[in-house]
């Protein structure tokens, strides 16, 4: 009986997990994704959803001022997520606190010693020792820096990195190991023969207990200068080691593997604790500085560096220069010529900020530092024999295997990052699969590094004659204005805002197992009108219009009315960022208020030539640029302009180095999805297989 009921039991699952019997069924064990992330924790707190669509964009009355900046053109946007408020001040100080924080805990964890350093940072699971730890971090860069020629079938110069991690692992002879040429990898590195362990030894990959205690209690492993004499290396911040006589002071200190370390914030700082507030004494305004003897943060210190990606610049092409050769008896990659240079593989690391200095414009960046050289696709067999016929680990035979030789290509390699490569094969037909790629992606990889605290001074700065001294001294950080629009923003400030915001978010969903989604960013243009507009065609304003008031002759704005008499709507600077009612797709404030900015350059034209579906149009200015290339579109009208900039329609710009007291800003975040009205549809359309096979 009791069999009985098992085999009842598991048909069910039996029945339900079928064999997949070399059907196409996509990989296994990946969540179904659930589009419908307005459920608990899958949207960020307080924005909305604006489904796809299109709109007629353009102005929606005479225009009045004779701009001609907005014709009429009707413009489809993907569906998108929008913070149903402007960014408040509070909102913005959670952004200076961190990077306050974090400029603190990095000093405590410099500054401290042993557990009072690690107690700052987390210590990753596998941690890995020297030399691993170096090999790790080139990854690919250990074949050669992903040159079209250095292929992982490169056995004649990739064998000795293959020997090299066979040493390392204590997988080959000590007495082979002798022959690895200098202990070095073809990219330069230099393996010490100390680090190649015996056969029978046990390898640890890792850190022991010991190691990372060591490496707590040194500041560096490099010998620095202490007074008049120099501190060797490896010598501990004490002069007492630790208690456990294993610990070998090697793996460096605290500054070389800072960079293994995420920052610990669970740890609280305890500012006004004596000995913290030493440690940090040096983030505080000198003596002199101070007024009235008030210990504050020196905030032109609070400097935040972070990343994006030049998606635009990647996605360039140059002309991939190609060689007429004998297709019939070409090969692989896996030689060179008799009198090739011996350091021909062996490049330095990349460093990711380095620039491409092109010297002509024959194509877009192929060519060497000389301006000469490029590399092609030129190997050839010439004795009649493939590849495959010769014998592993055998040494070449150059009379047979050759580079043909010509003055553009002999001798080359791409050692400027993002250069255009030809990734494609020839094949004995002739055929090339016309594959490219960039020698290095680092170059399209920006950072940027930029002080994050609003500029408090902008209240003063923008009115001449005009008495706004309350407003520095308190609108960013008395609470009373908690809930209000920061103002005071450049747009490159805006813009690391929400790189910030991304970051700390993918954080969470990596904590939580789950995937990451798209960055919270600035608006384009067109999708803050789409947005604005409430889903309602030719409407003057965000609650349709054409009239700026209600039925009972309330304003529905926060605007300059009545020739200036500025508290007629019920706001005299600034209001609440959840003031008047929201337009149709919940959001606050998108007329009114503050202006916003957009992440589209301004450009007059911008309409004539930008694309009808996700109309956007950016340019990263330069400092060496002119004034008009650093204009960036500001929308919706502020608490000081007139009823006219207020509409959905009205274009106008600021200069991206500028911080007004007027314009603030909002974050938005691309819809994953066919972005249609009603979320919960999308949950139904995987196909019949998907229902069968998950």
């Given at each position: 009986?009791?069999?009985l009921?098992?085999?009842?039991?598991?048909?069910?699952?039996?029945?339900?997990?079928p064999?997949?019997e070399?059907?196409l069924?996509?990989?296994?064990?990946?969540?179904?994704?659930?589009?419908?992330?307005?459920?608990?924790?899958?949207?960020?707190?307080g924005?909305?959803?604006?489904?796809?669509?299109?709109?007629?964009?353009?102005?929606?009355?005479?225009?009045i001022?004779?701009?001609?900046?907005?014709?009429?053109?009707?413009v489809?946007?993907?569906?998108?997520?929008?913070?149903?408020?402007?960014?408040?001040?509070?909102?913005?100080?959670?952004?200076?606190?961190?990077?306050?924080?974090?400029?603190?805990?990095?000093?405590?964890?410099?500054?401290?010693?042993?557990?009072?350093?690690?107690q700052?940072?987390?210590?990753?699971?596998?941690?890995?020792?020297?030399?691993?730890?170096?090999?790790?971090?080139?990854?690919?860069?250990?074949?050669?820096?992903?040159?079209?020629?250095?292929?992982?079938a490169?056995?004649?110069?990739?064998?000795?990195?293959d020997?090299?991690?066979?040493?390392?692992m204590?997988?080959?002879?000590?007495?082979?190991?002798?022959?690895?040429?200098?202990?070095?990898?073809?990219?330069?590195?230099?393996?010490?023969?100390?680090?190649?362990?015996?056969a029978?030894?046990?390898?640890?990959?890792?850190?022991?207990?010991?190691?990372?205690r060591?490496?707590?209690?040194?500041?560096?492993?490099?010998?620095?200068?202490?007074?008049?004499k120099?501190?060797?290396?490896?010598?501990?911040?004490?002069t007492?080691?630790?208690?456990?006589?294993?610990?070998?002071?090697?793996?460096?200190?605290?500054?070389?593997n800072?960079?293994?370390f995420?920052?610990?914030?669970?740890?609280?700082?305890?500012?006004?604790?004596?000995?913290?507030?030493?440690?940090?004494?040096?983030?505080?305004y000198?003596?002199t500085e101070?007024f009235y003897?008030?210990?504050?943060?020196?905030?032109?210190?609070?400097?935040?560096?972070?990343?994006?990606?030049?998606?635009?610049e990647?996605?360039?092409?140059?002309?991939?220069?190609?060689?007429?050769?004998?297709?019939r008896?070409?090969?692989?990659?896996?030689?060179?010529?008799?009198?090739a240079?011996?350091?021909?593989?062996?490049?330095?690391?990349?460093?990711?900020?380095?620039?491409d200095?092109k010297?002509?414009?024959?194509?877009?960046?192929?060519l060497?530092?000389?301006?000469?050289n490029?590399?092609?696709?030129?190997?050839?067999?010439?004795?009649?024999?493939?590849?495959?016929?010769?014998?592993?680990?055998?040494?070449?035979?150059?009379?047979?295997?050759?580079?043909?030789d010509?003055?553009?290509?002999?001798?080359?390699?791409?050692?400027?990052?993002?250069?255009?490569?030809?990734?494609?094969?020839?094949?004995?037909?002739?055929?090339?699969?016309?594959?490219r790629?960039?020698?290095?992606?680092?170059?399209?990889i920006?950072?940027?590094r930029?002080?994050?605290?609003?500029?408090?001074?902008?209240w003063?700065?923008?009115?001449?004659?005009?008495?706004?001294?309350?407003?520095?001294?308190?609108?960013?950080?008395?609470?009373?204005?908690?809930?209000?629009p920061?103002?005071?923003?450049?747009?490159?400030?805006?813009k690391a805002?929400?790189?910030?915001?991304?970051?700390?978010?993918?954080?969470?969903?990596?904590?939580?197992?789950?995937?990451?989604?798209?960055?919270?960013?600035?608006?384009?243009?067109?999708?803050?009108?789409r947005?604005?507009?409430g889903?309602?065609?030719?409407?003057?304003?965000p609650?349709?219009?054409?009239?700026?008031?209600?039925?009972?002759?309330?304003?529905?704005?926060?605007?300059?009315?009545?020739r200036g008499?500025?508290?007629?709507?019920?706001?005299?600077?600034?209001?609440?960022v959840?003031?008047?009612?929201?337009?149709g797709?919940?959001?606050?404030?998108?007329?009114?208020?503050?202006?916003?900015w957009?992440?589209?350059?301004?450009?007059?034209?911008?309409?004539?030539?930008?694309?009808?579906?996700?109309?956007?149009?950016?340019?990263?200015?330069?400092?060496?640029?002119?004034?008009?290339?650093?204009?960036?579109?500001?929308?919706?009208?502020?608490?000081?302009?007139?009823?006219?900039?207020?509409?959905?329609?009205t274009?106008?710009?600021?200069?991206?180095d500028?911080?007004?007291?007027?314009?603030?800003?909002?974050?938005?975040?691309?819809?994953?999805g066919?972005g249609?009205?009603?979320?919960?549809?999308?949950?139904?359309e995987?196909?019949?297989?998907d229902?069968?096979?998950?």
């Amino acid at each position: 009986m009791k069999k009985l009921l098992s085999l009842l039991v598991l048909l069910p699952l039996l029945y339900a997990c079928p064999t997949v019997e070399g059907n196409l069924v996509g990989v296994k064990g990946r969540d179904v994704f659930d589009p419908d992330i307005l459920g608990p924790g899958r949207l960020p707190v307080g924005m909305v959803y604006v489904k796809s669509g299109g709109y007629q964009s353009g102005g929606d009355d005479k225009d009045i001022m004779g701009l001609y900046t907005a014709s009429k053109k009707t413009v489809s946007v993907q569906a998108f997520y929008m913070d149903a408020t402007e960014i408040s001040n509070n909102e913005y100080r959670q952004f200076v606190h961190w990077v306050r924080d974090s400029i603190a805990r990095e000093k405590l964890y410099r500054r401290s010693f042993d557990d009072d350093a690690e107690q700052w940072v987390n210590v990753p699971d596998n941690f890995f020792k020297e030399p691993y730890r170096t090999l790790l971090d080139m990854g690919s860069d250990v074949q050669g820096g992903n040159t079209p020629f250095q292929l992982l079938a490169d056995s004649t110069n990739n064998s000795e990195v293959d020997k090299t991690i066979l040493g390392l692992m204590g997988n080959i002879d000590q007495t082979k190991m002798k022959k690895l040429k200098n202990n070095q990898l073809i990219n330069g590195y230099k393996v010490d023969a100390k680090s190649f362990p015996a056969a029978d030894k046990k390898i640890e990959v890792t850190m022991s207990e010991a190691d990372v205690r060591s490496i707590f209690q040194q500041y560096t492993n490099k010998e620095i200068n202490k007074g008049n004499k120099k501190v060797k290396p490896g010598t501990p911040d004490k002069t007492q080691k630790s208690s456990k006589s294993n610990t070998a002071y090697d793996q460096g200190g605290r500054i070389e593997n800072r960079k293994y370390f995420t920052l610990n914030w669970e740890t609280p700082i305890e500012y006004e604790e004596p000995e913290t507030a030493f440690i940090l004494s040096d983030m505080y305004y000198g003596e002199t500085e101070r007024f009235y003897n008030r210990k504050e943060i020196d905030t032109r210190l609070l400097f935040f560096d972070y990343y994006w990606i030049d998606y635009k610049e990647a996605a360039k092409r140059g002309k991939v220069v190609t060689k007429s050769v004998d297709a019939r008896k070409s090969f692989g990659y896996d030689s060179l010529s008799a009198d090739a240079n011996d350091n021909l593989y062996k490049r330095s690391r990349r460093e990711p900020l380095s620039k491409d200095y092109k010297k002509n414009d024959l194509h877009r960046s192929t060519l060497d530092q000389n301006g000469q050289n490029v590399w092609l696709d030129t190997t050839i067999f010439s004795k009649g024999k493939q590849w495959g016929e010769v014998t592993p680990g055998s040494p070449i035979d150059r009379s047979q295997y050759s580079v043909n030789d010509t003055s553009l290509v002999k001798q080359t390699i791409l050692e400027n990052p993002g250069q255009d490569l030809d990734l494609g094969f020839t094949n004995s037909k002739g055929q090339h699969n016309a594959i490219r790629g960039h020698s290095d992606r680092s170059r399209y990889i920006i950072k940027e590094r930029i002080n994050v605290y609003p500029d408090t001074l902008c209240w003063v700065r923008d009115f001449t004659y005009s008495y706004h001294s309350p407003m520095t001294q308190n609108y960013f950080w008395n609470n009373a204005y908690d809930n209000y629009p920061v103002v005071g923003v450049t747009w490159n400030q805006a813009k690391a805002f929400s790189v910030w915001r991304t970051q700390i978010f993918n954080t969470w969903l990596l904590s939580n197992g789950d995937m990451f989604v798209n960055d919270f960013r600035l608006p384009t243009e067109s999708e803050w009108e789409r947005a604005s507009r409430g889903d309602l065609d030719i409407s003057q304003y965000p609650w349709g219009g054409p009239y700026i008031r209600n039925s009972s002759g309330c304003f529905l704005a926060n605007f300059k009315p009545l020739r200036g008499r500025y508290f007629e709507d019920g706001g005299f600077h600034t209001v609440k960022v959840y003031s008047y009612n929201p337009n149709g797709f919940g959001l606050y404030c998108m007329a009114g208020n503050v202006a916003e900015w957009c992440s589209t350059a301004f450009d007059e034209s911008q309409y004539e030539f930008g694309h009808d579906m996700n109309s956007d149009y950016d340019y990263y200015a330069k400092d060496g640029d002119p004034p008009a290339k650093k204009r960036k579109v500001i929308r919706g009208g502020s608490w000081k302009d007139i009823g006219f900039y207020l509409m959905n329609g009205t274009r106008t710009y600021e200069y991206q180095d500028t911080a007004k007291s007027y314009i603030g800003f909002r974050n938005v975040m691309t819809h994953m999805g066919r972005g249609g009205a009603d979320l919960d549809q999308e949950n139904g359309e995987e196909i019949q297989s998907d229902i069968q096979l998950k």
